[in-house]
């Protein structure tokens, strides 16, 4: 199907992407002038939303300063449609988590695909305390009749996420995206899995 515009539609096409270049080019400069994403949303009145899509190919990310990690975790990645709370597996399962910005935890929720349980609640927080580890605890076991169990099991700190290939590789804020929605609920995933295997099967 061939599409036909016309010299004016062409028009607005290019001044919107006119505009659009210099809005990218003044976020940028405001960025690289010391600003942060809530400075240069003051004043620009752009949503937080539009900045980071805008920013995060240009943001730089120093995988060795946990400060930095975290702060960007809590202030930029989590309240951002950018990044997937929640995630379903091949197998069925399902796990969303809930930031809670008071305690700087995380809390999730995980839909099992097992004979017995139905659901497992507990909390898996990213850079706990901006340090580099990420321990996960499992607070409850619910069965499918809705029986439940308070394990408050404490699985682990995982500092073998930060060893992996796709965290080593991270250069920019939208790496550190793409590393969260790819590694991290499917952490979660496997060290519960791993523990319903060996204590319900």
Do not use: C
């Amino acid at each position: 199907m061939k599409i036909v515009i016309t010299e004016e539609q062409l028009k607005k096409l290019q001044e919107s992407d006119d505009d659009l270049q210099r809005t990218k080019e003044l976020v940028f400069s405001m960025y690289d002038d010391g600003m942060d994403i809530n400075d240069i949303q003051k004043y620009t009145n752009l949503p937080k939303q539009a900045l980071i899509f805008l920013l995060k190919d240009h943001v730089k990310v120093d995988i060795n300063d946990t400060q930095m990690l975290h702060d960007y975790l809590w202030d930029y990645v989590l309240p951002s449609d950018i990044f997937d709370r929640k995630k379903v597996f091949e197998d069925g399962t399902k796990i969303e988590i809930f930031p809670d910005y008071m305690s700087a935890s995380i809390q999730f929720t995980y839909i099992a695909n097992h004979e017995y349980i139905r659901e497992v609640i507990g909390y898996a927080t990213f850079l706990w305390d901006a340090n580099r580890i990420f321990p996960i605890d499992m607070q409850e076991v619910i069965f499918h009749d809705d029986e439940y169990e308070n394990v408050d099991k404490y699985l682990g700190l995982f500092k073998e996420t930060f060893k992996a290939p796709d965290f080593l590789k991270i250069k920019t804020l939208s790496d550190y995206i793409e590393f969260l929605n790819k590694t991290y609920l499917t952490d979660i995933k496997y060290e519960v899995d791993k523990y319903l295997i060996m204590h319900f099967d």
